[in-house]
């Protein structure tokens, strides 16, 4: 059996740890597994590489992907399996176990549904992938947006400022939300949400009132403009939107509203970059494995998720959903602990 094995959409902490179990079990069932270089991309163009033991030594600790990846999608600049099913054929791949986040894994259902054997794996620094817990990457992010925010308090402590710092979360603020408590921001601002920021301003007047004359605001970057506001969101080169920008908003009406000085971070890419964490190495070791099992089952259109502490599969329809939001318990905590 030859397994094709690609990741596509943007990179991620854990990612090597997953092309690494499927290459390891696949081996054990004595199948072989071709990598497909650059995503979606290298699959539309016929690029592929040949992925045994001695190619994934030594990767489990790298960030980023040796496949490589792209933002290039067979629907959106191409004709869907028709764009893909030479490559495919003329590789003599018996399936695919597709490695991305929720617009990946939708075109790879929509793939599923023209006939494409394939399997998927959950993958975004967002958590946000309905149908599974967790998505590996996620667990590095917070990390270092931990690490980072901490570093910004000792700042703000020191000039008597409010510092907004500005992470990942498209849609939904796991990050924000995990990283903000971990980290013991005075204020999140995710889009499950709303917010008012002249009773943000009050609460952090209420804090200078009382001598804490700094306060550190985390915001997802997927909150919506205060009210007023328009941001232009620039597209990139693949015609995606390229989100950022709304805490430089946020910071001048925060500025304007206290009177107090407002700096911006942007933490951005640094997020996704870098040495997985044990965690995210172990559940992309899990998730790869389990991958390569329905794989050479023949179990396709289905995806491996994390459900509590076992890994297991649901059908890739699951991805239809809204993206999983950050639960009213995790927000109320949040909240809690925001109070000046």
Known sequence: ?????????????????????????????????????????????????????????????RGGTILGTSRRDPYVHGDGAASVRGAIEGERLDGLIVVGGDGTLRSSLALWEEGIPLVGVPKTIDNDIPGTDVTFGFDTAVQIATE????????????????????????????????????GADAILVPENPYDLSELAELLKTRAAGGRRYSVVVVAEGIAPPPGAQIVAPLDAFGFERLGGVSAVVAAELERLTGFEARVTVLGYVQRGGTPSAADRVLGSRLGVAAADLAVAGAFGRMVALR?????DVPLDVVRAEPRAVPPAIL?????????
């Open 148 to 183: 980072a925010i901490d570093r910004i308090t000792t700042t703000a402590e020191s000039h008597d400022r409010v510092m907004v710092v500005e992470v990942m979360g498209r849609t939904c603020g796991w990050i924000a939300s995990y990283a903000g408590i971990a980290a």
């Open 332 to 340: 109320d905590v949040a909240g809690t602990l925001s109070a000046p």
């Open 308 to 312: 509590g502490t076992e890994i297991l």
């Open 1 to 61: 059996m030859r397994i094709g094995l690609l990741t596509a959409g943007g990179d991620c902490p854990g990612l090597n740890a997953v092309i690494r179990g499927v290459v390891a079990r696949a081996r054990q069932h004595g199948a072989d597994v071709v990598g497909i270089l650059e995503g979606w991309d290298g699959l539309m163009e016929g690029r592929f590489r040949p992925l045994d033991r001695d190619a994934v030594r030594g990767i489990l600790q």
